[in-house]
Nanobody, 125 residues
Framework: QVQLVESGGGYVQAGGSLRLSCAASGRTFSQYAMGWFRQAPGKERDFVAAISRSGLSTSYADSVKGRFTISRDNAKNTVYLQMNSLKLEDTAVYYC??????????????????WGKGTLVTVSS
């Protein structure tokens, strides 16, 4: 079992940047493909970005492509989401997710069996 704890959320003005972190514990981190999802008020949870076990493969939602970067440090058991050029519509709770037994989980929500509790990102004008 892996435990995931997100951090780094907060308030930021439009156009600003934030870096989210997700610290994993409990099992060998490199065994998990990782992803970030987000859920805005009144909306479903949406895919943001995914990264393979090795970190060599990544994918992004079209809405964040070119602005967000997912990365991981297996030595630190941490996955990151660097968010630049933030927009009002990026306001959401951001969730870290882990997928076991798969090299790259991609945008499929059902591939992920472990979730953090989320961190709130609020972008203001």
């Amino acid at each position: 079992q892996v435990q995931l704890v997100e951090s780094g959320g907060g308030y930021v003005q439009a156009g600003g940047s934030l870096r989210l972190s997700c610290a994993a514990s409990g099992r060998t981190f490199s065994q998990y493909a990782m992803g970030w999802f987000r859920q805005a008020p009144g909306k479903e949870r949406d895919f943001v970005a995914a990264i393979s076990r090795s970190g060599l493969s990544t994918s992004y939602a079209d809405s964040v492509k070119g602005r967000f970067t997912i990365s991981r440090d297996n030595a630190k058991n941490t996955v990151y989401l660097q968010m630049n050029s933030l927009k009002l519509e990026d306001t959401a709770v951001y969730y870290c997710a882990a997928a076991e037994g798969i090299y790259f989980a991609g945008p499929n929500y059902n591939n992920y069996g472990h979730w953090g509790k989320g961190t709130l990102v609020t972008v203001s004008s």
